[in-house]
């Protein structure tokens, strides 16, 4: 097991008084995606803590900076892997070395997603069906290997990265809203069967948040440390739903309640 | 079908159509002068450069948080590489000291990771809001000159990568004539990745301070050799009175408290700026009873406190956009550095040109800088002392009035910094800095500034307004 795991930090308490040693219970949180924007703040704050993590990504150097960056500020264990979560084969393997790294899970925590190109998506359905497969197909691999983990053991928060997209469709992002109301409709369905074994689901709905995956739009986007800290405690509070910011519960309920007759001619 | 008719159509349509708008600019520094479109590009990972700028021919620039105040930042219809999202730590080791992080991470968020841990920069410029990389590129300075030198003096060392896809570790012993050329290179010598950046302990956050008001420069030097143990030292300037109270001020002093105290990070700024001011809101009156208010405020002639940091050394980072107060037509800087030699008498005749133009400035900055020498080839400090003062920007008034102060600095054996600079003639550059064509060699051929095609430029075009 140790072989396998990246060796932890050697933070001694006197010199980072933020960074308690590993023997201490400190949240094991298991983060797929860890270098996208959102899943990166996120960490920053659990890493503060001295929270033990183990992070997923496809690119190397990128995992490398975020891991580095994590145990300079305090994370207790920092563990990573590089694995393209699209291999749907892998995540049984993938996942117990990482669970094995970290000697445990509290929270899973499930960041990975595309925007893909909605023009494109619609006369190519390769492209399409590659949306549809990273954001809904590889999350219902890998919730449904970590929500058996977790009821085993009657416990974990499974907090997933849906979007506020999923709530209706759009003509300008309906591949990427389908792909995220197909989760946001798992998760729900999930819950359902798991609360009763002392498992959390989280779904949480970022509107538009400022970070890489953003950074071509040109419109108003909430601040990617105020979503992660909103994030962070929504799972110590054990929350069911997060629309982040605040602002956006309102705004969708607005959007689901518009009649087709009006809203199929809207451009939104 | 639909999509042979809609062909022409389109083409018709943009061909007749006018000139789109461009709208204000995308990033602006700090003066808000001069105003240039330019694309900006943000660099979130270190192996983001050169690749980011594959295909394109326009030249580019490396920028951070626009905190210089005139174009030393800027790049006219060029492409603005923005670092901040570069800015990941790497390692901190609590036995040196020595940080070491990627080179778009702010002073701020330094702070926030620095000061619970017990440590502080080793330099800091007057607001925390600037990134590692710019800190370097403009080799910025503190109120601790005299005793610390300037921010390059505690950079170990540096990746700089080039448009090339080369990549150089800079130190004083590896590749020292790019070390020497990056530190105040303006970020055109390439792209710093990371850098390591030496922290000095503190057991609190509290600054030791004292205020104590002067009249006139013969007192700010008597202070200053007075008090010439403290670490940290700065005068307020009132330039607008004249008179009795010509050149008056309130010389600051500090050291970190060496008391234990709480080492908590700071909050959040909440106060904003929250519109242009009218042109109007600036005039003598206004900016005298500010001036007036601001010598009494401490109410007696010297005072003794401990004062938390953030204020003693980010008083105007409390209020985000603070610039805002200049209005749209944004302010610039004039900030030189004299040496002892004439620092005095240039001082006095500078502050006297400055008060009898009668363009209402609010508290200048007054201070020393001592002769630690800079590692930088470009980098402004230089023993003597150094002014620093905002103007707004008025047209037709302005600008001759900085070609004036800026010839009076030349005559005194002084040089201005390009940082703060929007009116620099090519003539006044190259004198104040007689290795910028050593300098030029080091240049990366992709990246440039309107600062540096403006003092570089043989035909010596004057900026406008």
């Known amino acids: 097991m140790s072989t396998l795991a990246t060796p932890p930090l050697d933070a001694s308490p006197a010199s980072n008084p933020t960074a308690p040693d590993r023997s201490k219970l400190t949240k094991k949180i298991l983060v797929l995606g860890a270098t996208s924007g959102i899943a990166e703040a996120t960490c920053r704050i659990w890493a503060a803590q001295g929270a033990q993590l183990f992070l997923i990504a496809r690119n190397a150097d990128k995992l490398a900076a975020v891991a580095a960056d994590l145990k300079t500020r305090g994370a207790a264990y920092v563990g990573t892997a590089v694995a393209d979560l699209d291999d749907t084969d892998k995540h049984a393997e993938l996942l117990s070395h990482a669970i094995n790294s970290l000697t445990g899970m509290d929270i899973a925590y499930l960041a990975h997603g595309i925007l893909g190109d909605q023009p494109r998506a619609e006369q190519d359905f390769e492209h399409a069906a590659q949306i549809l497969h990273t954001n809904f197909v590889a999350p219902v691999s890998l919730l449904t290997w970590l929500a058996n983990f977790c009821v085993q053991r009657h416990a974990g928060v499974l907090a997933v990265l849906s979007s506020v997209a999923g709530e209706r469709g759009r003509k300008s992002n309906y591949l990427y809203g389908s792909s995220k109301a197909g989760l946001t409709a798992f998760l729900a369905g999930l819950r359902n069967r798991v609360d009763r074994e002392g498992v959390t689901v989280l779904t949480i709905k970022p509107g538009p948040v400022n970070t890489a995956m953003t950074a071509h739009m040109k419109i108003r986007k909430a601040d990617v440390n105020k979503v992660a800290a909103t994030i962070v405690k929504a799972i110590d509070a054990k929350k069911d739903n997060l629309y982040v910011p605040g602002i956006f519960q309102p705004i969708m309920f607005v959007i689901r309640n518009i009649p087709d007759r009006i809203f199929k001619k809207l451009n939104l | ?465």
């Not at chain 2, 030791?208 to 307020?236: M, N, P, R, T």
């Open chain 2, 1 to 465: 079908m639909s999509l042979s008719t809609a062909e022409p159509e389109v083409l018709t349509t943009t061909a007749a159509a006018p000139d789109p708008d461009p709208g204000p600019p995308q990033f602006e520094s700090w003066g808000r002068y001069p105003k240039y479109n330019a694309k900006v590009i943000p660099l979130n990972w270190q192996g983001d450069f050169p690749a980011a700028l594959a295909g394109s021919h326009d030249s580019a620039l490396p920028v951070g948080l626009g905190r210089s105040y005139g174009d030393v930042c800027l790049l006219k219809d060029g492409t603005l590489l923005q670092t901040t999202g570069m800015n990941r730590l790497i390692d901190f080791d609590p036995e040196t000291g020595i940080l070491t992080a990627e080179a778009g991470i702010s002073l701020a968020q330094i702070l926030d990771f620095a000061v619970p841990r017990g440590f502080f920069l080793p330099v800091t410029p007057g607001t925390k809001y600037v990134t590692l990389g710019g800190a370097i590129a403009n080799d910025i300075h503190g109120k601790n000159h005299e005793v610390a030198g300037s921010f390059g003096c505690h950079v170990p060392c540096f990746e700089l990568v080039r448009s090339d896809g080369t990549r150089r570790l800079c130190s004083r012993t590896e590749n020292p004539d790019w070390y020497a050329a990056t530190i105040g290179g303006m970020g055109l010598t390439g792209l710093i990745t990371w850098a390591q950046l030496r922290l000095r302990p503190i057991v609190s956050r509290g600054i030791d301070y004292e205020g104590i008001q002067f009249h006139g420069i013969d007192e700010f030097l008597d202070l200053k050799h007075q008090y010439s143990q403290a670490e940290y030292s700065v005068s307020w300037l009132d330039c607008v009175s004249t008179g009795k109270n010509f050149a008056r001020g309130i010389f600051m002093l500090g050291d970190h408290a060496k008391v234990p105290g709480e080492l908590k990070p700071s909050p959040e700024p909440r106060l904003v700026f929250p519109f242009d001011a009218p042109a109007f809101a600036l005039n003598r009156i206004s900016v005298s009873l500010f001036n007036t208010v601001f010598f009494h405020k401490q109410g007696k002639a010297h005072v003794k406190a401990v004062h938390d940091y953030e204020p003693f050394f980010y008083p105007l980072d409390a209020v985000l956009h603070w610039n805002r107060m200049y209005g749209k037509r944004g302010l610039v800087q004039f900030q030189y550095a004299i040496p002892w030699e004439h620092a005095k008498e240039g001082t006095i005749a500078i502050l006297q040109t400055i008060a009898n133009s009668g363009l209402a400035s609010f508290l200048a900055v007054l201070k020393a800088f001592g002769d630690i020498p800079s590692l930088g080839m470009m980098s402004f400090p230089l023993a003597g002392i150094m002014f620093a003062l905002d103007f707004p920007i008025k047209p037709g008034i302005t600008f001759p009035l900085l070609q004036r102060l800026g010839d009076m600095t030349l005559d005194y054996g002084g040089r201005l910094y390009p940082a703060k600079d929007a009116a620099m003639t090519p003539a006044q550059f190259q004198t104040f800095y007689p290795e910028w064509q050593r300098f030029a060699r080091f240049r990366d051929p992709m990246l440039t500034s309107s600062f540096w095609e403006r003092v570089t430029d043989s035909t010596g075009a004057k900026p406008t307004l």
